[in-house]
């Protein structure tokens, strides 16, 4: 075979690739080798949850945090660690988290580096933390659950 028709069938194959990605997005079906790229097609529900964490400061409530900003995991894993923990956790390993979530934001902050966030920017010292789970709707609005809440005495070992 020669080198342009070689060049020519690689050519056509990509060309190919592409068209039936691009055909599987629109229909929102995947056919392996071929996938839809799900995060560019609008059939999708646009339902969705949001983890959200409020931190108490001596201003009060310091509300709206992502996951990612209270605790140094990659943003991508940080609303599972905090679902398992916090949402789905046992009651003592639900505190002993809040404790290490607050110590690590008053006394061991952590700077931001490739998928890390940086920590709140909030006041200190933190006295507590309250996680919510906003869960958004297709059909509009919004619905919020309070799935924890834990408030330090002056003995926490925040």
Request: charged share 20%; glycine share 8%; with cysteine.
């Amino acid at each position: 075979m020669s080198r342009a028709r070689g060049l020519s069938l690689a050519l056509a194959a990509a060309g190919a690739q592409l068209i039936a990605g691009a055909i599987a997005t629109v229909a929102n079906r995947n056919l392996w080798p071929v996938c839809s790229y799900n995060m560019f097609n609008d059939a999708l529900e646009r339902n969705g949850d949001q983890l959200l964490v409020d931190l108490l400061t001596p201003q009060g409530w310091d509300a709206g945090h992502p996951a990612a900003a209270a605790y140094p995991v990659p943003f991508f894993r940080a609303n599972q660690v905090f679902a398992h923990l916090v949402v789905a956790g046992e009651p003592e390993e639900q505190v002993r988290f809040a404790h290490r979530v607050i110590d690590r934001l008053n006394h061991r902050r952590w700077r931001a580096f490739d998928e890390i966030r940086a920590p709140a920017a909030t006041a200190r010292p933190v006295r507590g933390i309250r996680v919510r789970v906003r869960e958004h709707r297709a059909t509009g609005g919004s619905r919020e659950t309070f799935a924890f809440e834990h408030t330090c005495s002056p003995g926490c070992p925040g």
